[in-house]
T-cell receptor, first 113, second 114 residues
Framework: AQSVTQLDSQVPVFEEAPVELRCSYSSSVSVYLFWYVQYPNQGLQLLLKYLSGSTLVKGINGFEAEFNKSQTSFHLRKPSVHISDTAEYFCAVRGGGADGLTFGKGTHLIIQP | GAVVSQHPSRVICKSGTSVKIECRSLDFQATTMFWYRQFPKKSLMLMATSNEGSKATYEQGVEKDKFLINHASLTLSTLTVTSAHPEDSSFYIC??????????FGPGTRLTVT
């Protein structure tokens, strides 16, 4: 079984400032790691994923994340945020095969002008 | 990327009635689909795994007789909430497994039971 912890339920950031959204996970098997974004009343959009290889993963909209196996973390970062980045961000893990995703509780990113 | 649709996007039903939600993969065949439930201001919870041509696999604590799942074709899975009650009101999201490492999500269905 896997679990995901998103340490911050809400992160306020000023526009054009950098941001980091934290994610830690636990699993007894190797996992795939994902970050999704959800805008109000919409489904989920994949930002980026880590499957294997380079631990620094680049995604859409200028986001990137770094997989740290020793710390079991997968923090999401963006060097300069925009108002349009205001949304809910979910970290998720999945084991191999056809397993469903285990999500963290989400972090609400609030961009302040 | 691949497209997954859900229908309806919103539904209001009376307590005691049943409602069916459809999830379709529009441009690929999906032998496996997933159903998630999202409570207000909370995360998504996996309810069940839907496999084409076989019975769904339900997560612990999810009532299989209340949430009926049918995956009759490679592009369609349905979730039927039977004898709905106000506590079943939620945002239901499906996803379709595209590869072993990626799944595409539908836009969700907002169910309100009055």
């Amino acid at each position: 079984a896997q679990s995901v912890t998103q340490l911050d339920s809400q992160v306020p950031v000023f526009e054009e400032a950098p941001v980091e959204l934290r994610c830690s996970y636990s699993s007894s098997v190797s996992v795939y790691l994902f970050w999704y974004v959800q805008y109000p009343n919409q489904g989920l959009q994949l930002l980026l994923k880590y499957l294997s290889g380079s631990t620094l993963v680049k995604g859409i909209n200028g986001f990137e994340a770094e997989f740290n196996k020793s710390q079991t973390s997968f923090h999401l970062r963006k060097p300069s945020v925009h108002i349009s980045d205001t949304a809910e961000y979910f970290c998720a893990v999945r084991g191999g095969g056809a397993d469903g995703l285990t999500f963290g509780k989400g972090t609400h990113l609030i961009i302040q002008p | 990327g691949a497209v997954v649709s859900q229908h309806p996007s919103r539904v209001i039903c009376k307590s005691g009635t049943s409602v069916k939600i459809e999830c379709r993969s529009l441009d690929f065949q999906a032998t496996t689909m997933f159903w998630y439930r999202q409570f207000p201001k909370k995360s998504l919870m996996l309810m069940a795994t839907s496999n084409e041509g076989s019975k769904a696999t339900y997560e612990q604590g999810v009532e299989k007789d209340k949430f009926l799942i049918n995956h009759a074709s490679l592009t369609l899975s349905t979730l039927t909430v039977t004898s709905a009650h106000p506590e079943d009101s939620s945002f239901y999201i499906c996803s379709a497994l595209w590869t072993s490492s990626e799944q595409y999500f539908g836009p969700g269905t907002r169910l309100t039971v009055t």
